[in-house]
């Protein structure tokens, strides 16, 4: 089966549905690829008819303030310890260190953490939990929130859906070249990847190796 022909027959309501769910579970608190999501799917939208950019931003954009509002209700209910738990199930993400530098960006930047939160990785899982932990003002957080949301997701999805019908018009009229573009790109960085590890390799200790 053609690509195209697969993608017509995915369901747009349940792109609409994946994409909320994981961007509003990410934004709960648990650390999954919620932006990833997203842009696959906008570029998907740009290729499938039946996938609407606007209703699929604004479903990203109810994800987000939804998921990052029971955060902050988790949070303020669950206190310290809350974080201390997420630390020993998820220390790749909820580490010590991960946690006092989002702390101190709260500190420091206040709504201002949750707004620009939304756009940072890291601080998008923390935004929530840590903003209801830190006992942040509901008014405050949930402007923030709103604010945030519709702006990270309704931004995100415009931009990729607009770069992916552009992209599709080009490689039309020079499929050919996108393709000598794609495989340069893949060996440069194989190349620069190897010389890296190269680098990085640590020299044989000379008197170890004279044994």
Not at 130 to 145: D, E, H, Q, S, T
Request: hydrophobic letters at 55%; proline letters at 5%.
């Amino acid at each position: 089966m053609h690509v195209q022909e697969w993608l017509d027959t995915v369901p747009a309501a349940a792109v609409y549905a994946v994409v909320g769910l994981v961007i509003g579970l990410e934004s709960l608190g648990i650390p999954l690829p919620g932006e990833i999501i997203l842009v696959s799917a906008a570029l998907l939208s740009s290729q499938h008819g039946g996938v609407d950019p606007v209703i699929l931003g604004a479903c990203a954009s109810a994800g987000a303030v939804i998921g990052d509002s029971i955060g902050y209700a988790i949070g303020r209910k669950g206190g310290r310890p809350l974080l201390a738990w997420l630390g020993r199930k998820f220390p790749k993400h909820f580490s010590e260190g991960h946690i006092a530098t989002a702390e101190r960006s709260f500190q420091k930047w206040g709504m201002w953490a949750v707004f620009f939160g939304r756009f940072v990785a890291l601080l998008r899982i923390f935004a929530g939990p840590l903003a209801g932990v830190l006992r942040m003002p509901y008014w405050k957080f949930l402007i923030a929130n709103v604010l945030g949301g519709i702006v990270w997701a309704g931004g995100t999805t415009a931009v990729i859906y607009y770069v992916g019908v552009v992209a599709e018009s080009w490689l039309k009229r020079f499929s050919w070249l996108g393709l000598v573009a794609a495989v340069v790109i893949g060996v440069a960085s194989m190349l620069v990847v190897r010389r890296k590890a190269a680098k990085a390799r640590p020299e044989p200790d000379p008197v170890t190796a004279g044994d």
